[in-house]
């Protein structure tokens, strides 16, 4: 029978012409190479090379044979790798968001119900979330829009609504609520890696100078110490103490309130019964 290394080994003796840089290359010594070509031709039932006194190339046939050998072995590469992927998956809760708080508030519903998978997520772009969840690459994503593609339903998940976090001495401090237009201009303190957040206030605030944060820790810091406005949530203001130096106005854009839906795929809807059933009663 005809194995895989062998064919690995005929490639490798194509690409490096010589068996001793094929054995090299393959981490094998030359003995053990020239076995595994001799065999492969006895499987074949055909001379594969030219042997002369201190050479060996390869004949027409094994040319051919070689052409063969690359695309069998790419096969098998590719359904290796297709079934690894389809194990993983039947293992993995796999999740994309185009916000951060639906990461965190998910996490606690799928380890509740599918306690025996892995949970993993990540925060993507709203058109790389679509593409993600049609290719099976996310077992659902999180939007701030409800489906409107009959491959995919939805359903509401939760709600978040984005504050100005201002100093006391802040001018618009005592202001019941301020739209984005008016604290336009602005230098402002910023979290990294907000998701669609960002792109709202890039767009309802073209002229602030947003001075962006990686760390979570060193953002409250700044926070603390410094004059500068910031953004806050109720997500953050549930979880999070507000400083004592800071007054919470509500943003009066309604692009500052969101309702984020989970999306899925209706064909894989009752392998998400549980999940969904449970999300629909919150």
């Known amino acids: ?42 499987e074949l039932e055909v001379s594969l090379f030219i042997r002369s006194k201190n050479k060996l190339t390869l004949n027409e046939t094994g040319l051919m044979a070689v052409d063969l050998a690359k ?4 096969d098998a590469d590719d ?21 951060p708080a639906p ?4 996490n606690k519903r799928v380890s509740q119900i599918y306690s025996q998978k892995t949970f993993s997520s990540e925060m993507k772009d709203m058109d790389v979330l679509i593409r993600g ?42 202001r019941k609520s301020l739209s984005m237009k008016e604290m336009d201009g602005q230098r402002m303190l910023l979290m990294s890696n907000i998701g669609f957040w960002h792109d709202i206030h890039k767009r309802k605030m073209p002229h602030t100078k ?32 507000v400083p004592e130096n800071r007054k919470i106005i509500p943003i009066s854009d309604k ?16 392998n998400l019964v549980l999940l969904l059933d449970k999300l629909k009663a919150i």
């Open 255 to 270: 692009e500052a309130k969101a309702t984020f839906y989970c999306w899925y795929l209706k064909e894989n809807k009752k």
């Open 79 to 99: 359904m290796k790798k297709q079934i690894k992927d389809f194990d993983r998956k039947q293992h993995t809760f796999a999740m994309g968001s185009c916000a």
């Open 1 to 42: 029978m005809i194995e895989l290394e062998q064919l690995r080994h005929l490639i490798a003796f194509y690409e490096c012409k010589t068996l001793v840089g094929a054995a090299k290359q393959l981490h094998i010594s030359q003995p053990v190479l020239t076995r595994s070509m001799q065999r492969l031709e006895e």
């Open 133 to 174: 969840l049609k290719d099976k690459t996310y077992s659902i994503i999180i939007m701030p829009i409800p489906s409107d593609d009959d491959m995919m339903g939805s359903v509401p998940f939760m709600e978040e609504e984005i504050f100005f976090s201002l100093p006391l001495d802040h001018p618009f401090a005592g």
């Open 210 to 241: 947003f001075l962006v944060q990686k760390d979570r820790s060193e953002f409250f810091d700044l926070m603390e110490l410094s004059s500068l406005p910031s953004f806050t949530s109720t997500y953050t203001l549930s979880h999070e103490k």
């Open 71 to 74: 695309r069998i072995v790419s």
């Open 103 to 106: 990461i965190l508030e998910m």
